[in-house]
Each structure stands twice: as structure tokens, then as C-alpha cells.
């Protein structure tokens, strides 16, 4: 039989393996398999060469019974409306683990950024305000950045959702720059957060961290800053790194100063100095203690999971590992930091966000990381302690918690 690549059918079966374990009520398992509301839109936007383009949009909000949603836009040729339900899923669950009061969701249109001009760009993420404006905002829906989306980008969707609204509503999408009332720490926060559940892995199997060897897939926001924070902060030796294109690899580990300085100058990591080629396939099979999966779905499958030589992996990417990938990695005794644990603090340092927008009172980044700190040491404990409870893996704890805390709030609000 074919491998399940449908990230929305995974979603659907990691939460199946929950509910059996958890014996769910089939009503309230039911109820969670499936997004609570979703939009289709158009966006016609005009572009430069004068003619206009029809994009299609998605704004799925999946579950918000303990909060309004929560979830980024993507900008991706290979959007579909099953990845977007399926981020939005994931959301939800991320959310409940991080115990955040917010719900589910995700965004996405069709397109290339790559080959749009900063114009059409904008054009575009107006558009897409204007058509879901009306649905979203502070108490119902909470939009972000994610893959190929940034702070300029949420700017002028802020400003769009403002203009229409007839008023400031800061807190109606997180991510923004720091000029228009983003939070401090809030870029680098994925990767930190992530960095936080590591170091408390790493604690559980009493290794020192310095020295530790890592391979990290993906160089974008997340990437680039777990590459800088873990030398930095942690004392990692990441010895290789990859974009969509190709990876670079030293045995000495990469100093994150000459890689960044030489992204910047040619937008690509192949040939960057003092470094051998490899490709992403190979980067993740290379021979370290950490592999962190930080570009796209799906790159851990029935396929290569086998070739993993990675004791710990770390999954600051949404859905990198297949459910085919889990139970070869569940066999090796591989211990992974689920998604959605480990790629929560994202999502909680945008909740300070919302927080610090609500109170206009803004906090110094040194507080945002000792707040994330603790979100995330407290997430990652309350999973491990369910793991060992339950006796199942890190992945199926996740959504034990999860899965508990949201369904406790839909029957509070006597849904099911
Ligand atoms: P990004 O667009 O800034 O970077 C993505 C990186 O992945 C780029 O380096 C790109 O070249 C690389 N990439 C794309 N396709 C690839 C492929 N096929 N093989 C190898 N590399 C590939 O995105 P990001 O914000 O860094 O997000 C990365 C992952 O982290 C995504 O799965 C996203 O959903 C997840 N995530 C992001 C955030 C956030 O705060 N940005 C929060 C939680 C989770």
C-alpha cells in the first residue's frame, strides 16, 4: 500500500490513535476530526504587467472552543486545502499543549512569491484581507507569518483589516514589526522555544548540550535562527544546514556568521566557504545526535527513516515525520519532540503579543524568553510526564494532553 501523504489524513489518523488511547466519546472524536468553519476565496490582484491574476485563498478555523483561532498564513505553489486543515489541526493541538487561550486555525494562498514583485505582493495580502477581513480579528480569528509570509507582509494585512474596520485593532494579527506594535523576541521565537524543549531532552538523558552534534533542514525564519541560537546559546555544533535547493556541511560544525553573511549576499547556502556540498537527502541521514527538520512537511518517511542515524529529532517544521516514519522511529527507539510541542513557541510568544497589544504596555525581550521559557518547559514536561504515565510515545502524549484540554472545553460549552 501506498505511503499516506495527505497531511490532512495524517492529522486525521495521529488524532484516531489519540482518541483510542484516550477512549474518547465517538461523538466529541467525531466532532474534533473536522474543521468547525472554513472559507474559499478568490483574490484578483493586478499585476505589474497590468493584467490580473486570480490566486485562490483559504482561511480555515478549526476548532476555537477554548479561544478565538490561532494560526499563520502561508504563501506556497503547493498550497491545498488539505495542508491548510491540517496546519490548522496541528494548531489546535499546539495551542491546548503550550495552554495557551486560543484555538485553531491557518491561512494560504496558491502562489509563488519567489516570482512576484514586492507590488504584487501586496496587492495580494490586501486582497486576501479584504475578502476574509470580516471573519477574523482579536476575539474571533488571529492571523501570523509562516512559511514565505513576514512582518511586511502582516503590516499591510494589519492596515487593510484596519481600514476596513474603521479602527486600531493591534492584536488582530501577531508577527508584525515592532514599529506597528509586534513583540519583541517574536522572530526568534520558534527556534528558541524549540531550543527550551531540547535542553530539556537533553536533561532527561543527562547529556551536555555544548559539543552535541546537529543537522538542522531548512534555512528560513526558523532555521537560520536555531542554527544561530543553538551555537550561541547552547554551545551546539551544527555541522550541517539546507534550503530547498541543497545543503552545506562541516565537520568542524558552521559558524552561523559566515553561512548568514553569505545567504544574504547570493539568497542561497550552496557554496557558502569552508563547506562541502550535500544534499538534503543526505543531511538527513548524516550521522549526529540532533536532526531538526525546520523546511516542510512529509521529509521523514517510510522511505529514509530507517537510514536516521539521529538519536533525538526535533521538529521545528509542521508534519515532517510520516505516520509510516513514527513507527520505524517508534521501533529504533528514535526520540522525537512532536511538532507541535516542540515548534510551540511561535505561537506563545505571538499570544504575549495579543497580551501586550491589549494592555499597550510593551515587555523587553529578556522577559518575552524567560515567559517563553517557562511556557515551554511546562509543555514539555506535562508530555513527557503523559508519555511515562500512559507508557506510549512523545507524539501520542502530545495529543493526549491536547486532546483532553480542548475536548474538556467543548463539552464545557455543552457542543457535544
Ligand atoms: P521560511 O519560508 O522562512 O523557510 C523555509 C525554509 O525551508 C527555507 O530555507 C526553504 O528554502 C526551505 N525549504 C523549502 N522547501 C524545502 C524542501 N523541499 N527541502 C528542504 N528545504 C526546503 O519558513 P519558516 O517560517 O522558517 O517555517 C519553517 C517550518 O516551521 C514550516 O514547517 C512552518 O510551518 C514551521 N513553523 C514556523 C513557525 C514560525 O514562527 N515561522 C512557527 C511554527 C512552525
Keep these: 500500500m501506498d505511503e499516506i501523504l495527505n497531511p490532512f489524513a495524517i492529522a486525521q489518523a495521529q488524532l484516531d490513535e489519540a482518541a483510542a488511547v484516550l477512549q474518547l466519546d465517538p461523538d466529541m472524536h467525531s466532532f474534533l476530526r473536522r474543521p468547525m468553519r472554513e472559507f474559499h476565496f478568490t483574490i484578483p490582484v493586478r499585476m505589474d504587467d497590468g493584467r490580473v491574476r486570480t490566486f485562490q485563498g483559504f482561511r480555515v478555523q478549526y476548532n476555537d472552543a477554548r479561544g478565538p483561532a490561532k494560526g499563520g498564513i502561508r504563501f506556497h505553489p503547493d498550497e491545498t486545502i488539505d495542508t491548510v486543515r491540517a496546519l490548522a489541526a496541528w494548531m489546535t493541538w499546539k495551542t491546548a499543549v503550550a495552554d495557551v487561550p486560543l484555538g485553531g486555525g491557518k491561512g494560504g494562498v496558491i502562489c509563488n512569491p519567489r516570482e512576484m ?102 534555512y528560513g525564519n526558523v532555521g537560520s535562527f536555531a542554527h544561530r541560537l543553538g551555537h550561541d546559546r547552547f554551545g551546539l555544533k551544527v555541522v550541517a544546514v539546507s534550503d530547498e535547493f541543497s545543503g552545506i556541511y562541516n565537520e568542524n560544525g558552521l559558524d552561523p556568521d559566515v553561512v548568514a553573511k553569505h545567504q544574504r549576499r547570493t539568497g542561497r547556502l550552496a557554496d557558502c566557504p569552508d563547506t562541502e556540498a550535500l544534499s538534503n537527502a543526505e543531511l538527513l541521514e ?35 515525520t510520516t505516520p509510516e516514519a513514527d513507527k520505524i522511529f517508534r521501533e529504533k527507539g528514535t526520540y522525537i519532540i512532536p511538532d507541535f510541542l516542540c515548534n510551540a513557541g511561535g505561537v506563545t510568544v505571538s499570544y504575549f503579543e495579543m497580551v501586550q497589544n491589549a494592555y499597550q504596555f510593551y515587555w523587553e525581550e529578556s522577559l518575552v524568553q524567560e515567559r517563553l521559557d517557562y511556557k515551554m518547559t511546562t509543555a514539555f514536561h506535562a508530555v513527557d510526564k503523559m508519555a511515562k504515565a500512559r507508557g506510549v510515545d512523545n507524539r501520542v502524549a502530545a495529543y493526549l494532553v491536547a486532546v483532553n484540554r480542548v475536548a474538556e472545553a467543548v463539552r464545557l460549552r455543552g457542543w457535544v
Design 117 to 218: 514583485s514586492q507590488g504584487e505582493l501586496e496587492r495580494l495580502s490586501r486582497g486576501y484581507m479584504r475578502s476574509i477581513s470580516r471573519y477574523i480579528g482579536l476575539t474571533k480569528d488571529v492571523p501570523a507569518p509562516d512559511v514565505h509570509t513576514n512582518p511586511q507582509i502582516m503590516a499591510w494585512m494589519l492596515d487593510e483589516h484596519e481600514m476596513l474596520q474603521g479602527h486600531h485593532e493591534p492584536g488582530a494579527i501577531t508577527g508584525k514589526p515592532l514599529q506597528l506594535r509586534g513583540s519583541a523576541g517574536r522572530s526568534p521565537a520558534t527556534a528558541m522555544g524549540g531550543l527550551f524543549a531540547i535542553r530539556e531532552a537533553a536533561k532527561l538523558f543527562d547529556v551536555e548540550l555544548a559539543g552535541t552534534t546537529c543537522a538542522m533542514q531548512g
Design 286 to 320: 548524516l550521522d549526529v545526535s540532533i536532526l531538526i527538520p525546520a523546511a516542510i512537511e512529509n521529509q521523514l518517511t517510510g522511505q529514509n527513516a530507517d537510514n536516521v542515524k539521529a538519536r533525538v529529532v526535533a521538529e521545528l517544521a509542521n508534519g515532517p
